[in-house]
């Protein structure tokens, strides 16, 4: 992709537009912060009516600055705006980050105009620019806060680990405070605005390529360029800094092709899930969310694995923590023999040795249990994390005890979350520079996000880039039945033998050609994707004379419907040992999204689908359909065989490369039901609508 | 119920056998805390080896006390434990708290031994006990504190609107601490222990009954009275006292009738979910959520409904609400035309006035926004309740008159939460005694629970009382088809017309008299549930050779397979628009449950159930099958005809009946599939498994 947009973290110059003697003023503050915060770069205030602000010459006007600004901050209104980005780029900055507002966001003819004028000046030179309506960003490595966040007064910044990219202003500032508040140190807290011309993923796969970073939090709202998102993705994977976003609000894009009904069911926000899956990056749901695991990413923990230990001095934690665990998909470690042995030692007699592990109220007279514990289940390879839970303590506990053995244990490498509720408590613990949480289902909440996001981000190297190549709804057409059979074999998708007849008076021969007992008959159209509804299907036809009296049965149906028929199809009756259904769109925003599911006639009403970009591999579709609630029917049940479920995987892969293709002529189609005969014997496709472009 | 253990709260004297002089130990605590907290009641120390502790004097056995106690608490272990209960008993206590362990909960034959003992000894005179295993009773109106928890002097004790009863001492303990730390004020904070006698449920229904309590939090890990929840949930409604209730990890009872697979599909952790809906209990799932509603539920509110307003200064906390607010079920206002030419006038240009409002950064330099807007929407009738979200503010922001505004707007009586990540823009509002959370989505999480725990109160009132009279399986067995459809059409299930034929040469004649076009032939047998797989059904038989033929070979099949047969059931294919099943049987603890669900072959391995306890109202049925997956179905859908609902809904309810009827010879069965006819045309059982007591 581009060459980076590094220079927004630590420009060499920065000259202010509309710079303010005020630092309270959104002109005044990035001076004050920039002061304050150690940026060494220059600064030139610009300002037509003060020799100075804050103790900085200013320049009259843009055009008047000694040397061309590294990146130039906007803080005047409307036209003046407009005309600051015009010189920027006539001078040839690298960048600009507007701040005023008033443009596109509005929604307003003459702020959408205003915009344009702005991207076309930047887009003239190569001027990258944040914007407009952008809390700024703010990179505390090196000082340059080329933003306004009234937050880093209340919230003193101190550079850290962690980085921050949000559409929102607020959405950078509410992390931000949430984690300064919890001691985190944070490099850059950025705010983007508009995304006008870099868009917040953009930026994000920029601050990823810091190598002191070990988290990004990622706030959006729309998402014009998922293409930057797989970037993103990628970089994050590359560079060891995992990604957690919050997707705020529903797409602003995407009506789905109303012809194609899987389409209907692959509703935007699970296409961007998909998506997000495949770039290896988290997805949350609020803004709690987004900040609770932080202190887990900062940890450089390697785990094995995710089977997790539990020890606590109160029965009801152990028992809170095991249901934790199950809601959060952690399961819990299955001790070796010989690790209860040495728990029984180490335990007081009654105390249970199976995980969880309830050191009782021995703990009050036995202040050395943890440090005995902890050491036993980390020797034990089945224990790839540990929560230690404490849920009361105070006088009379041995807690700075506690503390120093949890410490020691953790330093052995083995992650190690703690849930203690009591403040006074939990200091030693936070002091060692351990985890700690409120509560067992907190911390087992983010331990096993920490954990998830880890093997989603090893499978996410193994799946293939998406095409994330957008299309719209404009020009192409449907096919027929007959024609959409055929161009689904061509996508690889198996389909039954048929035979196309223009009139009703062929269909008996037809009949007798395809040797079958008994066949289908319906009507082809252009025009309906619906056809059982219209009287256009007959099923079981058992003879010649019965199939052509089908056909003109369909044919009075079609006239009564005013449905124009191209003329019929006749194919043997299928059967399989399930239904499902095979479908494919072009999402206006994410582009070609599969979709598999059961099948059958209400697949609308009662849907069980997944969806996935294309292309797909074959253990990606594997898995998706095993997430299907059917799932378990395609193992083979109450003496039923197994369903070809290979076979189905495979026609999802070939089509989904058929799709990805950008030369490919299909622009979505709906193969339901496809019947899936027994392990060995393959699939088959037996109704089909195909919308070309 | 019984009278009563009002005593425990405010008893007149109390004994407290092994009393220590050491405030710290076990035996010394309550001495001090009752001092410390103000009991006013005697006191009575006992002690064989000093003359007197902390100051009070002691008497050397308790058979020396000068008058009977009305509690007497015991801290002495083992065998001196069971001889205190003897004592008290013969003394004539009116309870005894006995907070030694080493009984039941060891489950060690000795433990559980001198635990029945005391028991016996408590039955004898009617006597009642919390305990053994107890951390203790603590009522800080009275200041009678019966128990050792050291949080009462981390966290000191304040009497106020919530009670705490738990059988766990740390989880009676955690959320005491936690709303205290909170300033919220706990009248009551119970552990119960191992509820030989009273059950925690039990305490909860004498608690629930103080006039000054607002909340009840409940933990509980096992349940051996359900009837106990059933009348605390009466009380609770009675006396206006919410409950909420956390139960830890899975019920130590019940395993289920095997023979009866839906009963497999019935978990006991969801039977216990029904009971709670039914009590008007709200049901949560960890220690957080146990406490994180609690300011709500102290605030008088009156709501009229559960529609949302949300009012911020960003807008992307407005995006998160109404993301939030989607993901909890509560629903936002739709405003009324005059709200928005309303809200026009008192917000910025650009503003949108359509819900969430979002005041912009106008906030800033206009700080009567708020004050201008919560009015508005306050008098809009669709609005029910608000939530303020004020995710950045700090200096240059008016916050306290932010604060004065929402307090004034609050008075008026609308429900009003705030999202208030900062402390310090928060501490006004706390302040001003409103309900402040950090973030959009703990707010509208809690406001959900509470307007949908007063609907869950406001439904249980027009419910029936459950049965709850568990069983066992012990005993009776299991019918054949033939008598099962017998028994299911006296309890009040429509079921398929059929003959019994004892001999497969009487199929023929059968066949002729049912006068149907299609029987299906199936093998009687006392043995079998599972038929199909047997090779014990024909379908389709279309003549009386083909019947008798079909007969002749399922006795074969059941010879093969070892199936002794009682003879054949000769029934009509029956058709219907959708195949359902109607199960029910007696859950160990909980009594009588019914299972309404999608019926076929695949119930086992696709679920889609709701189970309920009998007996059932038609609305709690109807509302059942509306959360079933399949519900959308039901109506009708591709052109097919609606099911016949109510007809199905009046055979669960009469089932519903049977299976609550104490002298009812089932005590469980299984009708699948139940043939859904078209709407006004009933149902009918086609297949059917009972057993009997």
Redesign the interface.
């Known amino acids: 992709m581009t060459a980076g947009l590094h220079f927004f973290h630590h420009p060499a110059s920065v000259a202010v537009v509309g710079a303010s003697d005020d630092p309270?003023k959104i002109g005044g503050r990035p001076l004050r912060y920039m002061r304050e915060f150690g940026y060494r770069g220059q600064v030139m205030p610009v300002n037509p009516r003060r020799r100075e602000v804050q103790g900085t010459a200013t320049v009259p006007s843009l055009a008047d600055v000694p040397e061309t600004p590294d990146v130039v901050l906007v803080a005047v209104p409307g036209a003046a705006a407009v005309e600051a980005v015009v010189t920027a780029a006539d001078l040839g900055a690298k960048g600009c980050v507007v701040m005023s507002?008033?443009f596109g966001e509005?929604g307003?003819a003459e702020g959408l105009r205003m915009q344009a004028e702005m991207l076309a000046a930047a887009q003239r030179t190569g001027m990258r620019v944040i914007g407009p309506n952008s809390q700024g960003l703010a990179s505390f490595s090196s000082g340059a806060v080329l933003g306004f966040?009234?937050?880093f007064?209340?919230?003193p910044p101190a550079d850290g680990p962690v980085g921050i990219v949000?559409?929102?202003?607020?959405?950078a500032?509410?992390p931000y405070?949430?984690l300064r508040?919890r001691g985190i140190g944070v490099r850059y807290a950025h705010g983007t605005g508009n995304d006008m011309d870099v868009s917040a993923a953009e930026l994000a796969a920029t601050v990823v390529e810091d190598p002191d970073l070990k988290l990004l939090l990622l706030?959006l709202?729309k998402i014009d360029h998922p293409e930057w998102l797989v970037e993103l993705g990628e970089r994050s994977r590359r560079n060891g800094v995992p990604v957690v976003a919050?997707v705020?609000?529903r797409s602003q894009h995407g009506s789905r092709a109303a012809a194609s009904h899987t389409g209907a069911l692959a509703t935007e926000r699970r296409v961007l899930e998909a998506l997000l899956e495949r770039a290896g990056i988290w997805s949350v749901?609020?803004?709690?969310e987004l900040v609770a695991s932080t202190e887990l990413y900062l940890q450089d923990w390697q785990p094995r694995g995710c089977r997790l230990a539990v020890v606590s001095?109160?029965?009801?934690?152990c028992?809170?923590a095991?249901?934790?665990a199950e809601?959060a998909g952690v399961p819990l470690a299955e001790l070796a023999p010989a690790t209860r042995t040495a728990l029984a030692d180490a335990l007081p007699a009654?105390a249970a040795t199976a995980n969880p592990i309830d050191v009782t109220?021995a703990l009050l007279t036995d202040s050395s249990i943890f440090g005995r514990v902890l050491p036993v289940l980390g020797a034990d390879p089945a224990v790839d994390a540990c929560l230690l839970g404490i849920?009361?303590?105070?006088?009379?506990y041995d807690v700075e005890r506690f503390a120093r053995d949890a410490a020691a244990f953790a330093a052995s490498g083995t992650p190690l979350v703690l849930a203690i509720?009591?403040?006074?408590v939990a200091a030693p613990f936070i002091e060692a520079g351990l985890v700690v949480f409120?509560?067992?289902?907190?911390a087992i909440g983010a331990l096993a996000q920490f954990l998830a996001h880890r093997r989603r981000m090893e499978r996410a190297g193994t799946l293939r880039r998406p095409a994330v190549r957008g299309g719209t709804d404009a020009g192409g057409g449907q096919l027929n039945e007959s024609e959409s059979l055929v161009a689904l074999a061509e996508m690889g998708v198996p389909v039954v033998a048929h035979e196309f007849l223009p009139d009703a008076g062929q269909v008996a021969a037809a009949f007798g050609r395809l040797g079958a007992d008994r066949v289908v008959v319906k009507g082809c159209s252009h025009e309906v994707s619906?056809k059982?509804?219209l009287g256009l299907v007959r099923l079981g036809c058992a003879s010649p004379e019965e199939a052509t009296s089908s056909a003109r049965a369909i044919a009075d149906a079609a006239a009564r419907n005013g449905v124009p028929l191209d003329g019929f199809v006749v194919a043997p009756m299928v059967h399989g040992v399930r239904e499902v259904l095979i479908g494919a769109h072009v999402d206006p925003v994410f582009g070609p999204v599969m979709v598999v599911g059961a099948g059958g006639?209400?697949v609308e009403?009662?849907p069980d689908t997944q969806v996935l970009l294309a292309p797909c591999t074959v253990e990606e579709v594997r898995e998706a359909i095993g997430r299907l609630?059917?799932a378990?029917?395609l193992d083979g049940?109450?003496?039923e065989p197994a369903a070809d479920v290979e076979a189905w995987v495979a026609a999802v892969v070939a089509a989904s490369e058929a799709m990805a293709d950008p030369g490919g002529r299909v622009r979505g189609f709906d193969a339901n039901p496809v019947m899936l005969r027994p392990a060995g014997q393959g699939v088959c496709a037996v109704d089909a609508v195909v919308l070309t472009r």
């Open positions: 309270e507002s008033g509005t307003a966040s009234t937050l007064t209340e919230d949000s559409q929102s202003g607020a959405m500032s509410v405070g949430a508040r706030y709202e919050l705020g609000g749901r609020t803004a709690h001095n109160s029965g009801a934690m028992v809170l095991a249901d934790a809601d009654f109220a849920p009361v303590a105070g006088r009379g509720p009591q403040a006074s409120e509560e067992e289902s907190s619906h059982s509804e006639a209400y009403v009662v609630r059917m378990p029917l049940v109450r003496g």
